[in-house]
T-cell receptor
């Protein structure tokens, strides 16, 4: 399996809802990432987990809460979002400690709309 | 500051013509450099990286440390090359991959 799988593909939520985005990979990658991508813009890094521990939080608002339950799964919990949070959320993974450690494998993304 | 600059938002060429997508970077040290590509309705994927020094789908990219550039080139563009191309930089051993704004390549028949 050489893919990163993200669910759901599309999500519409109100500002008072609580929802979660899920990401899964079975490539044995030990670094996992959340990126946010607005239309016609490059991906922006949000969080990085390495060996299931949060390594980087790019000053993301607390209404976004990441979780890495195990080496294959990454979640992004969403609560009290704002309409400006509407975007494509990309999950990525990369190997650690080997050549190509910084090469990112991306999922197809979850398109989030906040009403 | 770490920065990746892609000066062209849109590049349009005819099929069979040479194509060059420009990328300049700012980094104090020796970063790893990448080109990622996103074809229509497909996920973002790695095209090539400077360490590999390989040619993928006819594309090559040479790192010029003096000019801090990593331009992507192909001698004969094909229609299937039409896509969004992102140049990216990553500190060696680090996690913070920084993307340029992207260049949309359109290859006309």
């Amino acid at each position: 399996d050489t893919e990163v799988t993200q669910t759901p593909k599309h999500l519409v939520m109100g500002m008072t809802n609580k929802k979660s985005l899920k990401c899964e990979q079975h490539m044995g990658h030990r670094a996992m990432y959340w990126y946010k991508q607005k239309a016609k813009k490059p991906p922006e890094l949000m969080f990085v987990y390495s060996y299931e521990k949060l390594s980087i939080n790019e000053s993301v608002p607390s209404r976004f809460s990441p979780e890495c339950p195990n080496s294959s799964l990454l979640n992004l919990h969403l609560h009290a979002l704002q309409p400006e949070d509407s975007a494509l959320y990309l999950c990525a993974s990369s190997p650690l400690g080997v050549s190509g450690a910084n090469v990112l494998t991306f999922g197809a993304g979850s398109r989030l709309t906040v009403l | 500051a770490q920065r990746v600059t892609q000066p062209e938002k849109l590049l349009s060429v005819f099929k069979g013509a040479p194509v060059e997508l420009k990328c300049n970077y700012s980094y104090s040290g020796s970063p790893e450099l990448f080109w990622y590509v996103q074809y229509s309705r497909q996920r973002l994927q790695l095209l090539l990286r400077h360490i590999s020094r390989e040619s993928i789908k006819g594309f090559t990219a040479d790192l010029n440390k003096g000019e801090t550039s990593f331009h992507l080139k192909k001698p004969f563009a094909q229609e299937e090359d039409s896509a969004m191309y992102y140049c990216a930089l990553s500190p060696p051993g680090g996690f913070k991959t920084i993307f340029g704004a992207g260049t949309r390549l359109f290859v006309k028949a």
